[in-house]
C-alpha cells in the first residue's frame, strides 16, 4: 500500500490533491506544531486578477500541535472571507456554484477545529477533482518520534509497504530507516499545468479553487494527472 503524509492545508494547491490522488492512503499530519504564517491556515486565489490571501484567523500559542488550533472568531472573519471567495469566482464558470464550497465555511462551529475545517474543504475539492482516496489523521496513530522517525512509525502504522514524499524529502529523509522496514520510498515531483485564467501572466500555485472555479468539471482530473514518480 502507497501512502502520502502531508499537514492538513487550506484550500490545498493541485500539487497536494495531485499527491493524494496518485496515493492509496492520505496520513493527515496533524500531530505536529502549527507553522505561523504558512499555508495551514490561508491560501491564495485570484482577485481582479492579483494573487490574495484567504485567511481564517486561528488561536495558535507556540507549539500548539495543529490538532489543537482552534478557529478565533475575530469579528467580521466570515463576511470578508465570504466576499473574497466570491470575487475570486466572479466572472468564472463556478460564479454560480459558490455556495457548496461557502457551506463549509458556515459550517464550521466558532472556536471550531481548524483541522477539521481544513479537511472539510480538502474533501470537497477532492470530490470536484473525482479523488477518492480515504484518510486517517496521525493524532490517532499512537506514533511519535520526528522527522524519518516519525514517518516511519506512521508508515508502519497504517501498513504502507511504500511511501510517497514530497522533492522536499530528498534534504530531510534517512533512507535507509525505511529500507530497514521494507518501506519504498518515491518522490514526486508535479509538473503545474496552465490553464485560462483570464489575465497573463499565469499565476501557479495557487489553491485548486482557482482551476476549479475557472474550467469544466470535466476538465479537472486531468490536471492532476502531471507528475513523475522518482526513485530513492
Known amino acids: 500500500m502507497r501512502v502520502t503524509i502531508h ?18 492512503l492520505w496520513i493527515v499530519l496533524d500531530s505536529v506544531p502549527y507553522r505561523k504564517n504558512y499555508f495551514q491556515n490561508r491560501n ?12 481564517v484567523p486561528v488561536t495558535a500559542p ?8 482552534r478557529i478565533c ?5 466570515r463576511r470578508r472571507y465570504r466576499g473574497r471567495l466570491v470575487q475570486a469566482a466572479s466572472g468564472t464558470q463556478a460564479a ?15 472556536a471550531g477545529s481548524l483541522a477539521d475545517l481544513n479537511l472539510d474543504l480538502a474533501d470537497y475539492l477532492l470530490s470536484q ?17 520526528s522527522k524519518s522517525e516519525l514517518i516511519v512509525g506512521l508508515c508502519r502504522a497504517a501498513g504502507a509497504d511504500e511511501y510517497l514524499a ?13 529500507a530497514e522496514h521494507g518501506i519504498r520510498v518515491r518522490f514526486f515531483d508535479f509538473d503545474h499545468p496552465t490553464y485560462a485564467q483570464g489575465h497573463a501572466p499565469f499565476v501557479p500555485c495557487l489553491s485548486a479553487l482557482d482551476a ?11 490536471l492532476l494527472s502531471g507528475y513523475r514518480l522518482r526513485a530513492s
Open 129 to 145: 477533482f473525482d479523488v477518492k482516496v480515504p484518510t486517517v489523521r496521525s493524532s490517532e496513530l499512537d506514533v511519535t518520534g
Open 212 to 222: 476549479w472555479s475557472r474550467l469544466d468539471p470535466a476538465k479537472l482530473p486531468p
Open 166 to 178: 514530497g522533492p522536499s524529502g530528498r534534504d530531510y529523509l534517512t533512507l535507509d530507516a525505511f
Open 44 to 55: 491564495r486565489v485570484l482577485v481582479n486578477g492579483r494573487p490574495t490571501w484567504l485567511t
Open 7 to 24: 499537514q492538513p492545508e487550506h484550500l490545498p494547491w493541485l500539487g497536494l490533491l495531485a499527491k493524494v490522488a496518485a496515493s492509496d
Open 62 to 69: 507556540f507549539g500548539t500541535r495543529i490538532c489543537d488550533v
Open 73 to 77: 472568531e475575530a469579528p467580521f472573519w
Open 96 to 110: 454560480h456554484r459558490t455556495e457548496g464550497l461557502l457551506s463549509v465555511i458556515d459550517a464550521a462551529p466558532p
